[in-house]
Structures are given as structure tokens and as C-alpha cells.
């Protein structure tokens, strides 16, 4: 795998009384990685758009997720020990509870094999910083049942994405 360089920018959904439904702010010792797709094919619909949506209180939904990548950068907006409602698995599933959230982009003007590798990358990452193990790295469809990621669940897309996760190394600016 070529090397690149991911951006990290942590932009965290503000601790915000009316925004309780999007930043719930409970701790949490994340045993899993769960991934997610954005399903938001319009253009523009990257990462730093996905983090305005969560800051703006994301509709009014009670939903939240720690990253959001695209090909040019990653966007954090919780911290990695806080809850986030992502799973749908309820206020006490195991996804919710014990899962950090990673939507990848799929925004049709951006580049979605570049969003997927930056999303390995920041997968292989989490895995080292927190000790969590490549079969504690689920689909979101695991918690709610839901199609999603819809694209990873396509053919063998998801044991690509699994062996990418474990390939190569891309280097990081933050």
C-alpha cells in the first residue's frame, strides 16, 4: 500500500445542554471499532460537512459518531472514551456503550477507494492506541440489523477492508 498522509482534525461537538441529544458525554472504555458508511452520496457531503451536521445538532436526531472520513482528512468529534449515539443498539447496547463510531464518506465527488484507505488507516490506529483486536472491528449492520456500511457489505467487500486494515502503513499529519 502507497504511503499518505491522513489529517486528523478534532472538532468535537460542543458540551452543549440543548446538543445532549448528539454529545450524550457519558464515559466509556471502548471495546469495539464500528463502522459505518454516510449513505450521503451529494456533493460536498465530506468529512468536515459531516462535522458541521453533528455541531448544528445533527436535525435535531439523537445521533453522534466519533469519526467521519473522506480522502483528504478525518474529522474526530468525540473523544474516543465518550459515548456516542451511533449503533442504534438503545441508550445500553453494547454498539452505543462499548463502540467507537467511523463513517466513511461516499460523497459522489470525492474519491471513495481514498476514503476507505484513510478509514483503514485510522481502523489499524485505533486498534494499537486502544488494544482493541481485528475481530472486534464490525459493521454497524452487527448492532441494528441496518444495511450498513451498504458498500462494505457488497460481495467480499468487507474482508477487503478487514485485510487493508491489517496491510500497510500510511503516515499521519494532525
Not at 491522513?6 to 464500528?34: A, S
Not at 485510522?122 to 486498534?127: A, F, I, P, Q
Request: positive net charge; aromatic residues 8%; charged residues 25%.
Amino acid at each position: 500500500m502507497r504511503r499518505v498522509a491522513v489529517k486528523i482534525i478534532q472538532d468535537f461537538i460542543p458540551k452543549k445542554r440543548e446538543l445532549k441529544n448528539v454529545r450524550p458525554g457519558y464515559k466509556m472504555t471502548p471495546k469495539y471499532i464500528t463502522i459505518h458508511e454516510t449513505d450521503n452520496t451529494s456533493p460536498g457531503a465530506g468529512a468536515r460537512n459531516h462535522a458541521i451536521y453533528l455541531k448544528n445538532g445533527a436535525g435535531g436526531a439523537s445521533k453522534s459518531w466519533h469519526f467521519t472520513v473522506d480522502d483528504k482528512e478525518i474529522y474526530q468529534h468525540l473523544p474516543t472514551d465518550e459515548v456516542g449515539w451511533h449503533a442504534g443498539d438503545g441508550g445500553n447496547g453494547t454498539g452505543n456503550r462499548q463502540s467507537i463510531g467511523i463513517e466513511i464518506c461516499v460523497n459522489r465527488d470525492g474519491n471513495y477507494e481514498k476514503a476507505k484507505e484513510n478509514a483503514a488507516w485510522l481502523v489499524r490506529k485505533l486498534m494499537k492506541e486502544l488494544n482493541i483486536p481485528i475481530d472486534r472491528v464490525v459493521q454497524h449492520n452487527r448492532w441494528s440489523g441496518k444495511n450498513c456500511p451498504r458498500r462494505l457489505r457488497q460481495g467480499d467487500n468487507w474482508q477487503k477492508f478487514l485485510k487493508m486494515v491489517q496491510g500497510g502503513t500510511p503516515s499521519v499529519s494532525s
